[in-house]
């Protein structure tokens, strides 16, 4: 309740995008393969930036 108004932290919001861009690369993964990797590429640029956000 009272983290109600709470605001997402730099990780906290690239995290939920990453989780949505992996959804949507394991979805597209049995449609359109190139779409997929495109979309993996994507999740991975971001795990890259958690990443170096976590070291500072």
């Known amino acids: 309740m009272f983290g109600l108004f ?7 919001k690239l995290q939920e995008k ?10 597209l993964s049995t449609i ?10 994507e999740a991975d640029a971001i795990a890259k930036q958690i990443d170096n956000l976590k070291k500072d």
């Open 18 to 27: 990453y989780s949505k861009l992996m959804a949507e690369s394991h979805k």
């Open 32 to 41: 359109n393969r190139s779409e997929s990797d495109a979309k993996f590429a």
């Open 6 to 12: 709470k605001k997402k932290t730099e990780i906290e």
